[in-house]
């Protein structure tokens, strides 16, 4: 084992509270206290790995410093994929942070390697925040406090809450959750182990023998449950009046085992996320660290600690992290200073394969560890289910590589930085005043910093290598002997493993997904190159929609299936050009073979020909099944544009006539008919057809009716300064436009006006994990985050507003789902910074007409019980549960339930 205390680590000789190292393994975070606020530092590991990189004056130590927080900060927890890091401190105030920009900078004379920005700040607490746990999954946040409290936050909604858990009489000082993903389990100052049901957040146990003996308090009580889910180890615990780090069994929550043989009181508790195989069979690992300022390293199949350090720091030891390659651990104390020690697998063993893991899972919870992380139910009760994991994951290794979007994650990055390095500061701009004054115009000199939602990659390392540790275990440091970098005088006791009995009783434990299978699911779950097909709405949509569309998922409205050309072409401008007064857009080229592919079971694609070789001869549309020609019909012209579904194909020709067929047998479904103009852009749905003529107006026909629905109407009022990006039509038959400027608008058939669906100066993040038609139009476009003001009055009526946008909206797009999600999200809202006014209306809306102006118009003024399909009263219903979980609006739920009685 190698052990080095790093002298350069620290808060300039201040308290740190907490320490936790990235899921990548190439940084940790630690925080604690400031100047004259709380502080939160972002390392570089590398240094503290290598002796090499430590003197290196070319690489970096620091990477981050963030002093947003008020109070000192009690605690920093990285978020399962890497992508946030929680905090919480003696401000009350939990904050979310992710990478917002990468590449040195200067701020305030010094080098900054990374920008890390507060992302959310999540009140709740009335006290001190003194510990944090993320679920395994990553979907829900757990943080406690001094207020006696336990808030439950979720990680897909932020920043909603789900429940606050009160049952606690005394200070919480410790949370950690099941990784099971059953349980959370919370330790307090009055002598009590809780475990609350993640189900209906009730108690299932409460655990008080142990404790009842405990004197005096301690600064943390930061517990740990075993990787398989079934011991869950404690803090300050007594046993015959000593210290113990106290075993809990899961199955009937009996505290009858412990860690002995600490001097004072146990602070936290760190189980090590991997599992080993040894010679004795399968064995996990656990740190412990007390008040009496050693540390204790423990093999669950030994009855003696592995190693025990003494005098390693000057006062208590507070937290304890372990790094996801199972080999490394950082270490921090009150005195400032920190501790890394690394094993090898001669000491620790073999990692097990993860085919032994999910033989432990099935046998211990009837479903594999993939079930567990992915946040199913754990008790699968459907036989059919349990079948499903046994099925081999299907092999998308030629659909999207790693090296592409890992590449396509660090676009973000290198685009930034490239930015910032343009800067030149010495090119001044001086004007003259009319006095003779010399004016110089201010030149910012640090860009404004871009949020992204991407994970960040390793530090130091290129996308090339990102992809490449992908298939390659993490390298693990076999130096065996004590090492001394700028370190401290220790006194190191090593307890020799041989011929010590085994403890029968504690089981082996099971470790979490592996360091490169994090960054696997990382790369997957990057924005992905969709085929042709799914990425384009047309045949010559190559240009500028494509290219700002990189940093977000395209998906389609409708699962529309467009043309492919075959052949090299030139983009066509997206951008009218005024000629005469009228805009003209420019009309595709005639190109020899246009095809087009339908995502089905079976490969089926639309060919058309327009090589005429011979006299007489006329252009071609074929069917083909694989290499099977299903049926051909002529086209009376050369075709320009092809778009359809399984169910019609379209064909726009030069000389303005459209051909409608039936996909799956050529039949003729309409009389070829004419447009006033030449197409510049055709797509439809199973019912629908928009065309955009190049004298940039669009028309939409309802095939099913035979009629036209949208007449000609101009888009030039929409593409004033900028250029089309991306247009098509909905299910209900509403075109949409999106522009190369991150807009995008929807035209109202009834109000005859185009009405905007995504804005540049809106944050759409809230969408971010929601399916449906507004939130797959937000999604194609490239959208600016709005800039919070610093009034928080200011930013509350923004959101307020962006919430009863997405409302109409989704009542415009005819979209159920969205429709309900963003009348909860409202009332949530609502709820939270207790707007009674708005939330009184919002619901007496739903109850019946009350003569003032709806949210929910419908065709004719007259009310009706339902909003594009959806039951008011069910949405009452669902308000209703959000009121009555604040107390603050007891009164209008009381209210609310008289009127509907």
């Known amino acids: 084992m190698k052990l080095l205390k790093p002298s350069w680590v620290n808060h300039q000789h201040k308290p740190i509270f907490s320490i936790d190292i990235h899921p990548d393994g190439s940084r940790f975070a630690t925080g604690g206290q400031g100047d004259d606020c709380g502080k939160i530092v972002v390392w570089n590991f590398a240094p503290v790995k290598s002796h090499q990189d430590e003197v290196s004056k070319t690489t970096p130590k620091i990477l981050c410093e963030m002093t947003n927080h008020l109070g000192c900060v009690n605690c920093v927890r990285w978020a399962p994929n890497g992508k946030w890091l929680a905090s919480g401190g003696d401000d009350a105030l939990v904050m979310i942070w992710n990478i917002r920009q990468v590449g040195t900078v200067k701020s305030f004379g010094r080098e900054v390697y990374e920008q890390w920005g507060c992302l959310y700040q999540l009140r709740g607490h009335d006290g001190d925040v003194l510990d944090l746990s993320w679920s395994l999954d990553g979907g829900l946040l757990a943080s406690c406090s001094i207020d006696n409290s336990i808030i439950i936050w979720s990680a897909t909604s932020l920043p909603d809450k789900v429940t606050t858990i009160k049952g606690h009489t005394g200070l919480v000082k410790g949370v950690s959750w099941d990784p099971v993903g059953k349980y959370l389990a919370s330790q307090s100052d009055d002598r009590s182990l809780r475990v609350w049901r993640r189900s209906d957040w009730q108690e299932e146990a409460n655990i008080t023998s142990p404790f009842q003996n405990c004197g005096g308090t301690t600064q943390m009580l930061r517990l740990g449950w075993s990787p398989d889910g079934r011991y869950l180890v404690t803090a300050h615990a007594l046993n015959n009046d000593g210290p113990v780090a106290k075993i809990v069994d899961r199955s009937e929550w009996y505290a009858g085992m412990d860690f002995v043989g600490h001097r004072k009181a146990v602070e936290v508790v760190s189980f090590n996320p991997r599992l080993f195989s040894s010679g004795n069979g399968n064995r996990g690992c656990l740190a412990i660290g007390s008040r009496d300022r050693s540390l204790s390293i423990w093999l669950t199949n030994l009855r003696r600690p592995l190693v025990v350090t003494h005098d390693l720091f000057d006062n208590s030891i507070l937290d304890i992290s372990w790094s996801k390659s199972g080999y490394e651990l950082v270490v921090c104390s009150l005195d400032g200073t920190v501790a890394f020690i690394s094993f090898t697998p001669a000491e620790l063993g073999s990692l097990l394969s993860q085919q032994k893991i999910d033989e432990l899972f099935l046998d211990l919870y009837g479903c594999t560890s993939k079930v567990m992380t992915s946040g199913a139910p754990v008790l699968i009760e459907d036989p059919a289910l349990l079948q499903l994991q046994d099925k081999p994951a299907p092999d ?30 010495s090119a001044q701009q001086e004007s003259r005043t009319i006095d003779g004054r010399r004016r ?23 996308p090339s290598d990102v992809a490449m540790t992908t298939s390659q275990s993490t390298p693990v440091t076999t130096t065996t002997t004590t090492q001394s970098s700028s370190m401290d005088h220790v006194n190191l006791t090593v307890t020799p493993t041989k011929g010590l009995p085994k403890l029968s009783s504690f089981s082996p434990l099971k470790p979490t997904t592996p360091t490169s299978d994090i960054i696997s699911k990382t790369v997957i779950s990057s924005p992905k190159k969709l085929p042709p097909a799914k990425r384009a709405l047309t045949s010559d949509d190559t240009s500028a929609g494509q290219k700002k569309s990189k940093k977000s998922k395209v998906t389609e409205v409708k699962p529309t299936t467009v043309a492919k050309v075959t052949t090299p072409r030139k983009e066509s401008s997206r951008q009218p050009n005024v000629v005469g007064g009228v805009a003209i857009l420019k009309c595709p080229e005639i190109q020899p073979i246009v095809s087009l592919s339908f995502p089905a079971a079976s490969p089926v694609i639309m060919e058309l020909d327009n090589q005429l070789t011979i006299p007489n001869a006329v252009p071609i549309l074929r069917c083909k099944h694989g290499d099977v020609l299903k049926w051909q019909t002529y086209i009376p012209s050369k075709g320009l544009l092809l778009a359809g579904n399984s169910r019609i194909t379209c064909v726009a020709c030069e000389d303005n006539s459209v051909v409608i067929v039936a996909t799956a047998n050529g039949r003729r479904i309409l009389v070829p008919f004419f447009t006033p103009s030449r197409p510049h852009l055709v797509t439809m749905t199973t019912t629908h057809l928009m065309i955009v003529m190049t004298t940039a107006t669009v028309s939409v026909w309802d095939l099913r009716h035979t009629a036209n629905v949208i007449d000609h109407v101009p888009i030039t009022p929409l593409t004033v300064g900028t250029t089309i990006a991306k247009a098509f039509v909905t299910d209900n038959g509403s075109p949409v436009v999106t522009l190369s400027n991150g807009t995008a608008s929807c035209y109202n058939k009834d109000m005859r006006v185009w009405v ?34 610093s009034s928080a009055i200011t930013h509350q009526m923004t959101s307020i507003a962006q919430l009863e946008q997405q409302i109409l909206r989704s009542v415009l797009l005819n979209s159920p789902s969205e429709l309900e999600h963003w009348v909860v999200s409202y009332a949530k809202f609502l709820a939270t910074h207790n707007n009674e006014q708005l939330l009184k209306a919002l619901c007496y809306d739903l109850i019946g007409p009350t003569g003032s102006p709806s949210m929910f118009p419908t065709p004719g003024g007259q009310w ?24 603050s609006l007891q009164r209008l739920y009381t209210e609310l339930r008289e009127t509907i009685e």
């Open 396 to 425: 998308v290794s030629n659909k999207n590589t790693p090296t592409t979007a890992v590449i396509n994650i660090a676009s973000t990055f290198t685009s930034q930085s490239a930015k910032q390095a343009s800067i030149n500061v």
């Open 440 to 462: 110089i115009t201010p030149l910012m000199i640090t860009q404004p910093t871009k949020v992204t939602d991407h994970v960040p990659l390793p530090f130091g390392k290129s």
């Open 756 to 789: 905007g669906l995504c804005d540049t100066q809106e944050d759409t993040s809230r969408s971010s994990n929601l399916t449906g038609p507004l939130a797959d139009i937000q999604r194609q476009v490239t959208t600016s985050s709005l800039t919070h003001s």
């Open 864 to 887: 009706s019980d339902s909003v594009v399909g959806v039951s008011k009263r069910s949405l009452l219903d669902k308000l209703l549960e959000v009121i009555s979980s604040h107390v």
